[in-house]
């Protein structure tokens, strides 16, 4: 495997496929900065470990060829239950304020804390295209927005300890979508579909 530790990409930056690339302490997207990954590449998250996007995050996956970002313990909790299907491995995808035109198609987003968090922007600018993708097993939110433009197509966002998609304010378009709540892990789960304007 490669070894990733607290990587801070500055400048536009590939990363592709081949062995296996385990992050530990996250990768930070410069604010004037491009991170591209690309078809087949496998991100494994140590715990607390995330994507902090303060530029630009094209996850360009294909339908042969899907990203998958997940957690790195291949272990199981209990002999039925491996950890990569239980919520809460990593940190998951955070996009700052100062972060717009992100896309995400054909990846694989699970066992996360929260899957995808938007934070306060620019109304006027769209801040991420989420196209053919599972947000799966959060241990927060699948996707949480606050006063931003999302748009989410063909998506599965799913199986949140909170809600599953969750707007606060902002625009969202979502188009042929499954959005389902059936957490397994806590009774007190949140809803599949939150929103309010503030």
């Not at 198609?105 to 934070?119: E, K, L, N, R, Y």
Request: with cysteine; glycine share 10%; hydrophobic share 35%.
């Amino acid at each position: 495997a490669e070894f990733i530790n607290n990587l801070r990409i500055k400048k536009d930056t590939l990363i592709s496929g081949g062995k296996p690339k385990i992050v530990y302490g996250g990768i930070t997207v410069d604010s004037l900065a491009t991170l591209r990954i690309a078809p087949g590449t496998t991100l494994y998250f140590h715990a607390n470990a995330g994507i902090d996007v303060y530029g630009q995050l094209l996850c360009e996956g294909t339908p042969e060829n899907n990203i998958v970002l997940r957690g790195d313990r291949m272990d199981n909790m209990f002999d039925y239950l491996p950890y990569d299907l239980v919520s809460g491995q990593w940190k998951g995808l955070y996009f700052h304020s100062s972060s717009y035109d992100n896309l995400i198609q054909h990846t694989d987003i699970h066992s996360t804390f929260d899957g995808i968090v938007c934070d306060s922007s620019d109304v006027s600018r769209q801040k991420l295209a989420l196209y053919n993708s599972t947000v799966h097993n959060c241990q927060g939110y699948g996707l949480k927005t606050v006063s931003s433009i999302v748009d989410v197509r063909n998506c599965q966002i799913s199986n949140t300890l909170n809600d599953c998609v969750a707007v606060f304010g902002g625009g969202i378009l979502l188009q042929h979508c499954t959005l389902a709540q059936f957490y397994p892990f806590d009774s007190r789960r949140g809803a599949a579909l939150s929103f309010t304007n503030f």
